[in-house]
């Protein structure tokens, strides 16, 4: 069983697409037990027949931002996150243009003692901050890495202003991460 909820944005308003999901997990004095993956659960859930096509494993140590990553068409990505060892402060910013929430943010703490999953629907880009010494992320996607397609917008971003839980000293980036353009730039460009 897996309970879901919307996220709400920067704003107060509830975003539509993105769910946390919270699986029943059965505990006793040997420890813990739970169904992580089920595809009938979870398309029920999404309200659609989701295909998975593709596995990532990121390992990523205290003060890393991995993001903000997306994939644009034909080639977009959903994307269901989890985090099986340490914590990740994860983030989503909603890049449908015709959505009511376009540009604005929300920000979910995932962590191996919470069990949390996170849908993230095509539509949005995707990064996160890890809040652990350590932590050990899993990815299922519905589309196919592709270079051509692939897309970030810097973690930093003054339009759309996220707050990454009061970040005292500068995070550590990949080039790639240091070098993504400004929403506003991918704006002009079209590239949502």
């Not at 973690?155 to 970040?167: A, E, H, Q, R, V």
Request: proline letters at 5%; hydrophobic letters at 40%.
């Amino acid at each position: 069983m897996i309970k879901s909820k919307r996220l709400a944005n920067n704003f107060g308003q509830l975003v539509n697409g993105p769910l946390l999901l919270t699986p029943t997990v059965n505990k006793d004095e040997r420890g813990a037990f739970f169904e992580s993956w089920n595809k009938k659960e979870f398309d029920s859930l999404i309200g659609k027949n989701i295909n998975f096509v593709q596995d990532a494993h990121s390992f990523t140590k205290k003060g890393v931002i991995r993001g903000m990553h997306y994939q644009i068409k034909p080639n977009e990505q959903g994307k269901l996150i989890r985090c099986i060892s340490g914590e990740i402060y994860d983030v989503l910013i909603d890049i449908r243009k015709n959505s009511p929430t376009f540009s604005s943010w929300t920000a979910v703490r995932i962590g191996c003692e919470n069990f949390y999953q996170l849908w993230v629907p095509a539509g949005f880009a995707h990064g996160f901050l890890t809040i652990t010494d350590y932590a050990e992320v899993l990815y299922k996607m519905t589309g196919f890495w592709a270079k051509q397609s692939e897309r970030s917008i810097i973690w930093n971003d003054p339009t759309i202003s996220i707050n990454w839980m009061d970040l005292k000293n500068p995070p550590d980036l990949s080039n790639k991460d240091l070098s993504s353009p400004l929403f506003k730039e991918l704006t002009e460009l079209d590239f949502f």
